[in-house]
């Protein structure tokens, strides 16, 4: 009776999520003879803004995609919530994974079904939502990105922004309380990446969600960050609010942060 | 039903069996009628003509239909495989499937696999029908013979042994076909240049693989029902 009651505290304690939503610490990653990641460790405070910037190659999608299990550290861990990420495996996985969202850097929409149903599908996986619910909720996700006219189109007949916002709606299918962005503004127009920006700040202000986004746009990373860091050879460069960036004592943060579109 | 993927596999089921069938069955009725025409010629000479549709029956049944089906369908299924899985590797979506709580392996993998070894005996069947089908065609063509007549002579010496032995085998070619194009699929690296890599390696080695396993498989079936050897 006591282990029942201590397991139901503990699953408790764990849904608390009182701690950060992503906690590094000292992760190493490399890939052949080459060091991705090497001792990395931050916290992004839970219901905050946290952009990753840095130039091609330094290993910012592979820190995102660390977050939710797709690679694994070499050394050091990865929490989410209170879940260590690193040293989870199948179902255990999915729970954490059903709790986070991911924008893609090109929105990976499955190709062979329509836009809605890509919407849907997380929904259709993880909840008890009868048909009707499903597509209900998949339309009010797609509206609020502008797409529920899309429902029905196939991801190929959509342009590069409609793409990414499809992707975003898929994201937010579930609600996620962590969402993690990939280059949102990678080959849009300015207007595309502002309206991108908009529904990202939308949600973090009014879903109370913690972003983790990782870009070169530094106009986006100030809309979007509580917090930067700056990656450079894998390790963090710089650290701190975007103003406090502006006047780093490293001219190399200096100088990316004056660009209006590094990298 | 997620734990067994039951929708995902009966779209599969339709996508690589289904889809599959005209192929299966217009090459089918083409490899009959070219058998027939040399039976034809060869069995002339002895004057025993009369046994075209039961030879013809008999090299389907056993060995054509599950071969040249084997064969055709790791040129459709493996490549498409191949391509299909490779593409979704270098697109990111399986690493969304992946985000979004899915065993990827689970969906897009197992499914094909229980798919083709469902869908392979039963595009072999429709491939040994068809082969007997443009066996008829050829000789109605050269001696008026009826479809009533050319099926009861081709039935009356191909039984159970024959069919089963050979048409089962197919599902090992299934499994073949779906695990290796899958496999290099689900793992290309390289972009768009990988995806044709994966695709063809997936229909050359599932060929390879198809035709060598054949050898002992059929070994297999002639220690197993001797009379299928008769």
């Known amino acids: ?263 | 039903m997620p734990p067994y993927e039951l929708r995902e596999t009966s779209r599969q089921l339709y996508e690589l069996g289904l889809r599959s069938a005209p192929l299966i069955a217009v090459s089918g009725i083409a490899v009959g009628v070219v058998l027939s025409m040399h039976t034809r010629a060869s069995l002339e000479r002895f004057g025993a003509e009369s046994m075209i549709p039961a030879g013809l029956a008999l090299a389907l049944v056993r060995e054509t239909g599950p071969l040249t089906a084997g064969l055709l369908l790791s040129g459709r299924i493996g490549a498409g495989i191949g391509a299909e899985l490779g593409a979704m590797r270098v697109t990111e979506q399986i690493d969304a499937l992946e985000a979004t709580a899915v065993d990827a392996f689970r969906y897009l993998v197992v499914t094909r696999v229980a798919a083709c070894v469902i869908a392979l005996p039963i595009l072999t069947t429709v491939m040994n029908f068809a082969g007997m089908f443009g066996g008829y065609l050829a000789e109605n063509a050269a001696t008026g013979m009826s479809l009533r007549v050319y099926f009861d002579r081709s039935f009356s010496v191909v039984d159970m042994t024959d069919y089963v032995p050979a048409t089962v085998k197919t599902m090992v070619f299934g499994f073949i076909i779906a695990t290796i194009s899958a496999f290099l699929g689900f793992t290309t690296e390289s972009g768009t240049e990988g995806v044709g890599r994966a695709s063809t390696r997936a229909v050359v080695l599932s060929s390879i693989l198809i035709i060598v396993t054949n050898v002992v498989l059929v070994r297999l079936i002639f220690f197993l029902f001797p009379q299928a050897a008769g």
């Open chain 1, 1 to 263: 009776m006591m282990a029942v009651a201590d397991a139901a505290l503990a699953h408790r304690a764990r849904n608390a999520d009182t701690g950060p939503a992503v906690r590094f610490e000292g992760v190493t990653k490399s890939f052949g003879s080459r060091t991705v990641l090497d001792d990395v460790s931050f916290e992004v405070p839970a219901g905050s803004g946290y952009a990753i910037i840095g130039r091609s190659g330094t290993g910012k999608s592979v820190a995102l995609r660390h977050i939710i299990g797709l690679i694994v550290p070499d050394r050091g861990r990865v929490f989410v919530f209170d879940d260590e990420v690193s040293a989870l495996k199948g179902a255990e996985l999915s729970r954490v994974r059903r709790r986070v969202g991911f924008l893609f850097q090109n929105a990976a929409l499955f190709d062979s079904i329509s836009v809605g149903e890509n919407v849907a599908f997380p929904l259709r996986r993880h909840t008890r939502l009868r048909e009707a619910e499903i597509r209900a909720r998949a339309l009010d996700k797609l509206a609020a990105v502008g797409l529920e006219r899309e429902y029905d189109k196939m991801p190929a007949a959509l342009s590069g922004g409609m793409r990414k916002r499809a992707g975003l709606a898929r994201a937010m299918a579930l609600d996620p309380r962590l969402l993690l962005v990939d280059e949102p503004s990678a080959g849009l127009d300015p207007v595309t990446t502002d309206e991108i920006d908009r529904l990202l700040l939308d949600l973090k202000r009014q879903g109370g969600a913690t972003i983790v986004l990782v870009t070169h746009n530094i106009p986006s990373a100030r809309r979007l960050a509580d917090q930067v860091i700056m990656l450079h050879e894998g390790r963090i460069a710089a650290q701190g609010t975007p103003d406090a960036l502006d006047t780093f004592d490293n001219e190399l943060v200096r100088a990316f942060m004056r660009s209006e579109h590094a990298g």
